[in-house]
């Protein structure tokens, strides 16, 4: 599995070069489901060099990918779930915050994840059993109290329904903890958990090629993912979450 990481990280690093180098004068913009829910040609082009190299390292692997159509998760095998580019919006206004994720999955279960950081070159990595790191050295999640706690949420503008109870929940957490921040990647907020940045993340809808990666990442740094009501992740389809560390 290490040697798997290794070469993920690899494809994952050539991939955040095209955002990087991306043409931002020229660059062809498309909407999903809604006004806000956009992808881009870079969201399609890494999403494609991604299914091309990963089906190299692990041919037997599926593939499930946020951009077009997919393949179906199987109760055993591989697959992997993969962002091309976790924080689209971002990426669009050249906000500078957004990720690649890519998460394999034995089963119906994350056996390694990677979430990368092009704009900082922060790559994020765990092994299930073997513990998560940044840049090769491992890290944890935080020790602190709500109320000394740096609060993440998350709220898709194109779910936009949810958004009141969100901001519910947040009100709750404001007078609570030390101080809250919206980032509009759950990838690198769950990331964020998982290295001390951050001690709790919550967001009412994800998909798994949101948090994939990212649940790992945090599971392995000592931390606890489940849905907002405390029940466990499903990758099959979308989802509520709450990620903190063990005394929250």
């Not at 956009?38 to 991604?50: C, G, M, P, R, S």
């Not at 092009?118 to 765990?126: G, K, N, Q, T």
């Not at 690198?188 to 998909?207: K, M, P």
Request: charged fraction near 25%; charge should be negative; hydrophobic fraction near 40%.
């Amino acid at each position: 599995m290490t040697n798997i990481i290794n070469e993920i990280s690899a494809l994952v690093t050539d991939c955040g070069k095209i955002i990087l180098n991306a043409d931002r004068g020229k660059m062809a913009i498309d909407i999903k489901s809604g006004v806000a829910d956009l992808v881009t040609e870079y969201d399609k082009k890494i999403q494609a060099q991604l299914e091309i190299g990963l089906k190299g390292i692990l041919p037997e692997a599926r593939f499930i990918g946020e951009e077009g159509s997919h393949d179906e998760l199987s109760d055993d095998g591989y697959a992997f779930i993969v962002d091309p580019i976790d924080g689209t919006t971002n990426f669009v206004k050249d906000y500078h915050h957004s990720a690649i994720s890519v998460a394999l999955l034995k089963g119906k279960e994350a056996v390694a994840g990677i979430v990368y950081n092009p704009y900082l070159d922060e790559m994020f990595s765990a092994i299930k059993g073997q513990g998560a790191f940044l840049n090769g050295k491992k890290i944890s999640v935080s020790a602190q109290p709500l109320d000394k706690a740096l609060v993440l949420f998350g709220s898709a503008p194109y779910n936009k329904e949810l958004f009141p109870k969100a901001i519910e929940i947040l009100t709750d957490y404001f007078y609570k903890a030390l101080d809250i921040r919206r980032s509009g990647s759950a990838a690198l907020d769950l990331c964020s958990v998982a290295c001390g940045r951050a001690d709790l993340y919550f967001e009412l809808i994800v998909s798994p090629w949101d948090f994939a990666a990212g649940k790992l990442i945090v599971e392995e740094a000592g931390g606890v993912v489940t849905t907002i009501d405390g029940e466990p992740l499903s990758f099959e389809g979308k989802t509520s979450i709450s990620a903190k560390n063990n005394v929250i």
